[in-house]
């Protein structure tokens, strides 16, 4: 729904987690789950050169070309949470992460945010229920790409609304890409930007 309303170039996967985690650094312990992790390290080789490497890769380069020619990139990871955890309710409906010390990214999520509650799509939080600096592929970016040349920003759903379905689900799909785009709108005018690109992420379960 983001791709399609913003034009953008669309990178997905369904890898699960449970597999190899495609949002974590390349060092991160957590890369792998618990069961893969009792695995042979010939197994855990095998699935991180087939899903890990390619997936990343592919991110990196499209970004970097992108911002070869000119473009300043919005890099949207699309992420689904659980509703509870550990016991402790994640009491937000929609949660928008990114690094509060690079302006664009404060700037773009102060307006999607307002954006968001304003078509009444519950409480959004930002950078909630994880911290936009967390270790992530968008972070892992931002050690490459500067702040005026690339934003990472990762919406996170809570799982409830996409297990219930039906149209309010279809609806608040269609809000969160429509408020998206006003966001990038009111930005454009409120600072003179080059041209934007745009690569979405995996939804994630």
């Known amino acids: 729904a983001l791709a399609s309303a913003t034009g953008a170039a669309l990178i997905a996967t369904t890898v699960s987690r449970l597999l190899v985690e495609l949002n974590r650094s390349a ?48 890099h949207v990871g699309s992420h689904s949470f659980t509703p509870s955890l550990d016991g402790v309710e994640r009491n937000t409906d929609v949660g928008l992460l990114y690094d509060p010390v690079r ?13 968001l509650i304003a078509r009444g799509l519950g409480r959004v939080r930002r950078n909630y229920p994880y911290a936009g600096v967390g270790d992530g592929l968008t972070t892992s970016l931002r050690k490459c790409f500067g702040a005026d040349e ?20 279809r609806r608040m799909r269609r809000d969160v890409a429509a408020a998206l785009c006003e966001a990038l709108t009111r930005l454009s005018a409120a600072k003179e930007q080059r041209r934007p690109c745009f690569a979405g992420r995996r939804a994630s379960v």
């Open 103 to 115: 302006p664009l990214e404060l700037a773009l999520c102060d307006r999607w945010r307002d954006l």
């Open 27 to 74: 060092h991160n312990p957590r890369v792998f789950s618990a069961i893969v992790r009792r695995a042979p390290p010939a197994l855990r080789r095998e699935l991180f050169e087939r899903y890990y490497r390619p997936y990343h890769e592919q991110v990196t380069r499209h970004v970097a070309r992108a911002i070869d020619e000119g473009a300043r990139v919005l």
């Open 150 to 169: 690339y934003l990472g920003v990762e919406l996170e759903v809570n799982q409830r609304h996409p297990l219930a379905g039906g149209a309010a689900w």
